[in-house]
């Protein structure tokens, strides 16, 4: 498969990923593939969920910001890797960037 077509698919799932975010959820297993339950943060907040839940967040896509760890975010999509970038929030840690993997 080429370059073009790749890119073209990797684009149409992050479309598709895109449609799903949003969802309530109180784990990982409560979303689509290639989504995590990231608890509300910072004031995020989605109607009809509770203060408790979560909300399904797609995973990150290349040059999307990201958490060293994904703690406090959702992983990068795969084949991308989590870049530090030496700025750290307290208390999410290291801010990174959605990276093509090198070895992946």
Do not use: W
């Amino acid at each position: 498969m080429n370059v073009r077509a790749c890119a073209l698919l990797l684009l149409l799932a992050i479309l598709e990923l895109k449609q799903c975010s949003g969802i309530c959820c109180n784990n990982d297993g409560d979303c689509p593939a290639y989504h995590c339950c990231e608890s509300q943060r910072r004031g995020r907040r989605s109607v009809g969920c509770s203060v408790s839940s979560g909300i399904c967040t797609p995973f990150g896509a290349q040059q999307q910001r990201c958490h060293v760890g994904h703690r406090f975010t959702c992983p990068c999509l795969p084949g991308l890797t989590c870049v530090g970038t030496g700025v750290t929030e307290i208390p999410q840690g290291e801010i990174g960037v959605c990276q093509r993997s090198r070895y992946g």
